[in-house]
């Protein structure tokens, strides 16, 4: 029963059943009464039935007998072309049952000659009463291809602020991006041959092809024999131009350092044609210049540094370099040098130290003025010191970086020392607690953990101890034949120690030399 109404063929008549939940309209009824043949319908007693609905016979024709008819399809194709479906009209009056071969030959009739569903159209066939569509062709959807791609194994987000923590620091840019020989830069990732699809009507659906690419070689790039992996030729910084990756050896700023370039830090040497503002940082795996001035800036050097016009400290620049640094002058500056510092002009009010020489003698205004100053081997200038009498330390003959590791060895312990001194103090009021039965257990937990925390504490200090003690046995071993030299003039206010022992010059020495000779330090002549 179909739409909740029926029709049967009897001796007496045509009669029709409709069901209370009947939602059928006379139209619907009519349509089935003309598809058995019937069309001197009572259109008057069809109306009433469905108006009633009282699921009881009810005669809309005289008798009628049904024609024979075979059974019938109907079949519709989705816009794309993949699916058919079907539509099965029964037969009617002893008409003819479908097959798999009259319904696949009428799909060839109207065109659907490709992917035919037997099984679903037999299972539509098992089921003839079921009036419903049946999807009995498939077609193949086409495979689109895809592009070949290049995954970068480096971060190429360069000139963007970085977040630091939970904050965004300006300086640090990601202007560097350093690579190391044979470092893989980027893969290439094939492109993926497209499949062409067919349509129910036998019909070819194009698919999209897929696109090769080529991987962005550049200059000091290597591409891989499969054509798929690119390689640094040798350390380096990353250069992106025109699309192409290229590994440059040495980093070059054009200008200055500052918030324009952010942070420096390369695997190899860096060349700076401007300044190195305040508050900015370079650090170098190789040789370092700068053809302007280092203000307030850190920088560290695994080669050589090299500041053409000079450094302008602040109190605030630290430079670092392990080989020889070179600067027009240093003011109010750290620098330290595992192997020689020159200056064309003067070192003023800043602390100093070279493995092996410290030198301002590039001109008459060689001078050396205030602050330390610490040399393995030599220090020499013009002038040492000021006819105002300012405080300038110069420490030869004993190497610098050793001396520092003492000082902080000491400082180290010391703060270990007050620290045990603070908990020994609560051990020993927890314990008097103790004696007296008035540890609560907080307490007792707070006496177990100070404790253990004093005989931690304890091992620290005393392996300090014992490196400090190994220090000053190299300090000792280490303490060379140095030397002072000043070729115009010496001020008061000069302390001068040489291995150990101090020289303080209370008046002013012209074209003098202070060597150690003998356990004390003498004046000669320079040379």
Avoid at 104 to 127: L, P, Q, T
Avoid at 290 to 304: H, L, N, Q, R, T
Wanted: hydrophobic residues 35%; glycine residues 12%; aromatic residues 4%.
């Amino acid at each position: 029963m179909d739409q909740g109404f029926d029709i049967n063929l009897a001796e007496e008549g045509v009669f029709l059943v409709v069901t209370p939940d009947c939602s059928a309209s006379v139209g619907n009824v009519i349509s089935a009464l003309k598809e058995k043949g019937v069309t001197d319908y009572d259109g008057d007693a069809i109306k009433s039935a469905l108006e009633n609905k009282l699921g009881t016979p009810v005669r809309v024709a005289s008798p009628h007998k049904e024609e024979a008819k075979d059974a019938d399809y109907r079949i519709k194709i989705s816009e794309d072309g993949l699916t058919c479906e079907t539509w099965l009209i029964p037969p009617s009056g002893g008409g003819a049952m479908p097959t798999l071969q009259s319904i696949k030959g009428f799909m060839n009739s109207h065109g659907v000659v490709y992917g035919h569903d037997e099984k679903a159209i037999e299972e539509m066939i098992s089921r003839p009463l079921e009036k419903q569509w049946v999807v009995t062709a498939k077609g193949d959807a086409p495979k689109n291809g895809k592009d070949a791609r290049v995954d970068y194994k480096i971060d190429l987000n360069v000139l963007k602020p970085r977040a630091v923590g939970d904050k965004v620091d300006m300086k640090e840019l990601g202007t560097v991006i350093n690579v190391i020989q044979g470092q893989e830069i980027a893969e290439k990732i094939p492109f993926v041959q497209g499949q062409d699809g067919m349509s129910v009507m036998g019909k070819k659906i194009a698919a999209y092809a897929g696109k090769d690419k080529n991987l962005p070689s550049g200059k000091g790039t290597a591409v891989s024999e499969d054509k798929l992996h690119l390689c640094a030729e040798f350390d380096g910084n990353v250069i992106i131009k025109g699309g192409s990756l290229s590994v440059n050896r040495m980093f070059e700023v054009k200008g200055d350092v500052d918030y324009s370039v952010g942070n420096i830090d390369f695997i190899g040497p860096v060349v700076i044609h401007g300044s190195v503002r305040e508050g900015f940082e370079v650090s170098s795996g190789s040789d370092v210049i700068i053809d302007g001035v280092v203000e307030g800036a850190v920088i560290k050097s695994e080669g050589g540094m090299t500041i053409k016009v000079g450094i302008r400290g602040t109190g605030k620049a630290n430079l670092t370099a392990k080989g020889d640094v070179n600067s027009g002058y240093i003011d109010q500056a750290r620098v330290r040098s595992s192997g020689n510092i020159a200056v064309a002009e003067a070192i003023l009010h800043s602390d100093i130290g070279a493995r092996g020489e410290v030198a301002a003698i590039g001109s008459k205004k060689g001078q050396i003025v205030g602050g330390m100053i610490q040399a393995g081997s030599e220090v020499l200038c013009e002038v040492l010191g000021s006819e105002m009498g300012t405080k300038t330390d110069v420490i030869v003959g004993e190497l610098p970086e050793l001396a520092e590791e003492r000082k902080r060895s000491q400082e180290n312990i010391k703060q270990f020392e007050e620290q045990i001194e603070k908990i020994d103090a609560n051990i020993t009021f927890l314990k008097n607690l103790q004696q007296q039965g008035q540890l609560t257990e907080d307490k007792q937990e707070t006496l177990a953990r100070i404790t253990k925390a004093k005989f931690q504490i304890k091992a620290q200090h005393d392996a300090t101890k014992k490196h400090l003690e190994e220090l000053e046995r190299d300090l000792d071993k280490n303490k060379l034949d140095g030397r002072v030299r000043v070729k115009s003039a010496c001020h008061p206010g000069v302390s001068i120690m040489i291995r150990g022992v101090r020289y303080i010059v209370r008046e002013t020495l012209r074209f003098v030399k202070f060597v150690y000779e003998d356990g004390e330090i003498r004046l000669k002549s320079f040379d």
